[in-house]
């Protein structure tokens, strides 16, 4: 049924709703999609491409795994957050870095369809059909636009296809959510 509503209200003009959006491409935890990551840096002379595959698994505790070109993992759990590269691991607590923290915790209310917690660290514009949409996501906090600009996400009826960090500095870096290629 709500796919239905939908696809009358993509085609009848009907604004979109954030809450409508998000339930239907909310992620069930454990989940684990695959990504290519294009960086765009101005010390860079071509842009860094990154692959591998992020999961979401269970609340406060997502990963991202970069397979190529080179093998490195991030892990947040909880208020820490574990680098692994060149067998060297570090810890990190998320308190040290508020900006992360509430970086982190939108794009993990972005999974889990939570409104209020993505309301409450950034101002939203949502746009678009239910079939393509776009979400503009602008820092509420000072601490956090010291560091990003915006982040835009987008999406389809199913699932968030792609996200854009736009960072200081004319930096950008964008993550593309590929089809999950395996059964899990």
Sequence with gaps: MPALLLSVAATTGWPLELATVLENTTVS?????????????????????????????????????????????????????????DGEVRSVALGRSKALQSMLG???????????????????ELSGTAAAWTLQLKPRSQKLSEQLNGLKVSGD?????????????????????LEDDTAQ
């Design 29 to 85: 935890p454990p989940a684990r999609v695959p990504f290519r990551e294009e960086r765009h840096n101005s010390m860079l002379n071509q842009p860094l491409v990154l692959t591998g595959y992020l999961e979401y698994l269970g609340e406060g505790r997502l990963r991202k795994v970069v397979e190529t070109p080179f093998s490195e993992s991030f892990l947040v759990e909880g208020d820490r957050i574990e680098f692994s590269r």
């Design 106 to 124: 939108g794009i993990e209310a972005i999974l889990a369809g939570r409104t209020d917690e993505l309301s409450a660290v950034f101002v939203y």
């Design 157 to 177: 009826e199913r699932a968030v296809t792609s996200i854009r960090f736009d960072l200081k500095d004319d930096e950008w870096h964008l993550l593309e959510i």
